[in-house]
Structure formats: C-alpha cells, structure tokens
C-alpha cells in the first residue's frame, strides 16, 4: 500500500535577505553622513578636496591636449616618411615587374622573389613587410601569393583591397598587426601590378608602428607621473596654505568662546606682523575694550541692584505705616463724607498697589544677588491652577470673561515650590483676562513621563513679532499709555521667567495680532532633572472646549454658572478636579 504526498506547487522557498546589499549601504550612509559632516566643519578638508579637483581637472585637459598634439605630431611625422619611402620602393617594383622580360615560370619566380626579397633587405630607414597577392584566379599564372614577416591577408582590410584591385595607383591604410596577444598599430600601402605572362597581382608593403606607440605610451607615463606629482604637491600646498591661515582664525574662535564664557582675560598671541598679525591685534584691542565696557556696565549693574535693594528696604518701614494708617481710614470711610470717602478709597487702593510694586522689586533684587531659594513639595498642579482661577474669578467676572480649565489627562503631580508656581499662573492669568477683550480665557493642562505644562490661552488683542521679543523683559509693556485694570509693575513676567528658570523650567510665548496669544509654562515631574526635547503642549494648543466626558476622565472645566466665585468653586468641586488645600480651607 503506497501513499502519494502531494507538494503544493504554488510554495516557493523564502529568498534569503541580501544582507550584504544592507551592510554596504548602511555603510556607505555612515560614511557620507561622515564625509559632509567633516565637509561642513573643515576648511582644511574642503581646500584640499577643491585644490585636487581643480589639479585633476586641470591635468586632465593638459594631458587630453598634449597627448593629442604630440600624438598627430608623431604620426604625422612618421606617416610622412613612411609614405615617401614606400611610394618610391612600389613604384621602382612597379617598373622592375613591367620592364621584366621572363618568358618561363621558374625564371619569373625568380625575378619576383629577389626583387622582393631585396626590398625587405635593403638598408631602409624603416623596417617592412611584403605581401603579394594575385588578382586573378588562373592556372597559367607563374606566381603564387608570396610574404614575408608573417604578413597574411587577414593584414589588409577590404577597403585597401578593393582599391588595390580596382585603381592604378598607390593606396594606404591604418592597420592593426597582432603582438603577443595584443595588437600594434602599422601602414600599409599596396597597389597593383603586372607579372609575367600578364597576371595581376596586389603588392603590398607593410610597416610596424609599434616603436611610435612606445615614444606615446613613454610620454602618457610621464604624464601620468607628472600629474600624480602635481595632484600632492597642489593638496599639500593647499593644506599648508589653509594652516597657516586656519590657525589664527581656530584660535580667535577659541578666544571668543573664552571671552563669551566670561574669561575676558585671555588674549591672542600676536608673533607675525601681516594680516594676520593685524587681525590679532585688532582682535585684542576688541577684547579689551569689550572687557572695559563688560566692568563698567557690571559696576552699574551693581550699583543700580544695591540702590533698589536698598531703596526697597528703606521704603517698608514707612510704607507699613502708611498703610496702616490707611487701612484705618479705609475701615470708617462709611463715616466720612463723600469727597473724603473718595480719597480714602483711592489712597488704600494707591498704597496696596505701591505695596505689590516693592515686594515685586524686592524679589527682583534677591534674584539678581542670587539668594532666591525654592521649598520643592509634591504638588497636584490641576489643583494649584483651581486656585488661581477661583482667586481670578472676580476680575473675570468684572470683565465678562469666561475663565475655564481643560485638563488633558489624569495626572498632573510636579516637585514644585507652590507659592511660586501660583503666582507665575496668577500673573499669566490675570493678564490674559486684561488684555482677552471680554473673549474666553483657556489654561490648558497635560503631562507627559518627566515633565507638565500649563499654557494659558486668551483670544483678545494678541501680540505681534516685535512684542514677542520683549514681552519677558523688565518694565516692559506693549503700551504704556493703555490703561490697566488691575495696575502693574512690568515685572509679573520677568519675575515669572525668573521662578521657572528656578525649577529647571522653561516659559515661552505666542500670539498673533487679532487672534489672542498664549504662555507656556512647562516643569519637570521631578525636582533635579531639566525640561528638555518637546513639551507635552505644543504652541498654540489645540483643544476642544466643548468635549465632556466622565468625572473622572473630565478633560474641559467649563463652569455653566460664571457669575460668582462660589459658583466656580462649586462646579469644579462637582467634576473631582478640584480639592481644596486644608490650608486655604
């Protein structure tokens, strides 16, 4: 009993990976990353590479030249004298062959095969070859093919034998001689003539050229090793030339990487009196001005720190007592008239805001003598921003502004130092709000594994280029002249800019004209590591106010009921996002 197997004929074996191909590609990118890598960054490299084209180029045309004008010339020359010789030797056989007067075979035989045979003996100035051949396929010839030298018939090309055959006169050709398993040029020059009783017969006569061939191959080695020795001689000159001037420049580079480190005491050495020399000491007496005008301005620096430290701290005393004074007044103004009510209201508003203008300026101050310090804590950042937004509410509500939270995500932990981080989001807060124009403001939440941002988003007046560039410097405002709503120092950002550098942080800005603007505020998870790669929000974000989903997965906070604090404190509470801190309870 036999059982047939039956193989699927539609199965073909797995081809093997050609991992070689890959090997040598993936090679081949390293090396020409490599390759333009270096290019880019070496002026050497790249002097060098363009002195060897232009040496290859270069050499290629004067050889190309001279091999083709010596080449013609040589041949020219040879051909020449080649010619002469061989039209006066067929023509001297030529009437040798006409004027004979044998009348039989052998002494025809005869007469052809010394004439010829003295041809090639004969002291010439260059060797030759003979190659007879009838024209005529007849019994009665008393001739047969006759050569000498190996010439055969295979020598002559169809073109020289059909003029020999058909024409009177002498004709030539370039021919191509074998040579050991190669070939050699050679000339052959043949025409026709007439042999006893009346046959006719093709004379050839065929000369080596192969001594010529030489003198060129001798003049392209020559060649060869000329434009090998130019090629290192121009890279090596052009190395040498880039050193020379590479070096000075590498070490300006290096002198003002010192210099812009802060080493203002380095100096190049100055050892040549060219351009070099010059570009030195110019260099130097930059530096020493810049470090000059780098003291003097430190020196102001300074003194204008130590003078609003100092102003600063001199002014608490009295402005305590002048605020205790008013908050006096403040608290009886009921009794007041109406004109002295007035005054009353605007001097404990003046003073209030004179109080938030030095403690501003006192916290500048200890930034810039470095003795800002940070009480990291683990802190829910959602819950933080819950704060600031209740706290913000009663100036949105003033301003018809709907204030929202959108949390995209669930955890939003960070080692921060809380009272800093409240007043970066209060400030950021309250600006959008002054400046949204009554349009929605957005402070947008989500996390990654290392870091949390928070952008706040308004939608009002917007910020242009030149803004953007200075929005984070100190005493900066947009317009001066606008009026605010809830007064200001032109410090909130730089202050801010200062707390997050603090927490390894980072702060950034957006905004367009007419379409509102953005700041992102992006921490580390953990206190020690530094914010780097992307953010978890990018700039502007893209979010959708509207989506609702479950308690806990809630990613809008979206408050129905804006016109009171409590309500916002009530809706966020509702939603799981809020927890009240047991300090602020």
Do not use: C
């Amino acid at each position: 009993m036999s059982t047939d197997v039956v193989i699927p004929t539609n199965l073909t074996p797995e081809q093997p990976k050609s991992s070689w191909v890959k090997r040598v590609f993936s090679v081949f990118k390293r090396t020409r990353r490599r390759f333009v890598r270096e290019w880019d960054s070496s002026m050497s490299l790249r002097t060098a590479v363009i002195a060897a084209a232009a040496t290859i180029i270069g050499s290629l045309f004067l050889a190309f030249f001279l091999t083709q004008q010596i080449t013609n010339g040589l041949f020219q020359s040879r051909f020449n004298q080649v010619q002469a010789e061989a039209n006066h030797a067929l023509q001297q056989t030529r009437q040798v062959f006409e004027n004979a007067a044998t009348a039989d075979e052998d002494s025809t035989t005869s007469l052809v095969a010394d004439t010829l045979r003295q041809l090639t003996t004969d002291e010439t100035a260059f060797a030759r070859d003979f190659l007879l051949v009838p024209l005529d396929e007849d019994d009665d010839l008393y001739v047969g093919s006759m050569s000498s030298g190996g010439a055969t018939e295979q020598l002559i090309t169809d073109d020289l034998a059909q003029q020999v055959s058909s024409g009177s006169g002498i004709y030539y050709q370039s021919i191509s001689l074998p040579d050991a398993g190669s070939t050699q040029p050679g000339l052959a020059f043949g025409t026709q003539v007439v042999l006893p009783p009346g046959g006719y017969y093709a004379l050839y006569f065929i000369y080596d050229l192969s001594d010529v061939q030489a003198t060129i191959d001798y003049l392209m080695n020559v060649l060869l090793v000329a434009g090998v020795g130019l090629l290192v001689m121009n890279i090596g000159i052009a190395l040498w030339v880039t050193r020379s001037v590479g070096k000075p420049i590498q070490q300006a580079a290096q002198t003002a990487e010192w210099l812009s480190s802060g080493d203002l005491s380095v100096r190049m050495d100055v050892k040549r009196t060219d351009e070099i020399g010059s570009l030195s000491e110019s260099f130097n007496k930059m530096a020493d001005n810049i470090q000059d005008q780098i003291t003097q301005l430190a020196d102001l620096s300074q003194i204008q720190q130590r003078f609003v430290s100092d102003v600063s701290h001199e002014l608490r005393t009295p402005l305590t007592t002048v605020r205790m004074a008013s908050e006096v007044l403040y608290e009886s103004r009921n009794e007041l008239d109406p004109v002295l009510r007035r005054s009353t209201e605007l001097m404990h508003h003046q003073v209030e805001r004179f109080q938030a203008l030095l403690a501003d300026l006192l916290e500048i101050s200890r930034f810039d003598a470095g003795a800002a310090e940070v009480s990291l804590e683990k802190t829910d950042l959602l819950h933080l921003v819950a704060d600031v937004a209740l706290t913000a509410q009663p100036l949105a509500d003033e301003t018809d502004t709907q204030l929202s939270i959108i949390a995209k995500g669930d955890s939003f932990t960070a080692e921060v130092d809380s009272r800093r981080i409240e007043r970066i989001l209060r400030n950021l807060v309250n600006n959008a709000i002054e400046h949204g124009e009554s349009q929605p403001v957005d402070v947008i939440l989500e996390g990654d594994d290392t870091s949390v941002s928070i952008v706040v988003r308004d939608h009002g007046m917007g910020m242009t280029e030149a803004h953007l560039e200075h929005v984070f410097d100190r005493f900066w405002r947009a317009d001066p002249a606008r009026t605010r709503t809830t007064g200001g120092s032109g410090l909130g950002l730089a202050i801010a800019v200062e707390d997050t550098r603090l927490h390894n942080g980072s702060i950034d800005a957006w905004g367009k004209s007419s379409q509102g603007s953005a700041f992102r505020v992006t921490l580390p998870r953990i206190s020690g590591t530094v914010v780097s790669g992307s953010a978890p929000l990018q700039l502007p974000p893209e979010y959708d106010r509207a989506k609702r989903v479950a308690p806990r997965d809630v990613d809008v906070v979206d408050p129905e009921d804006t016109t009171s604090q409590s309500a916002v404190f009530n809706r966020i509470t509702e939603q799981h996002l809020y927890q009240p801190r047991d300090e602020q309870l």
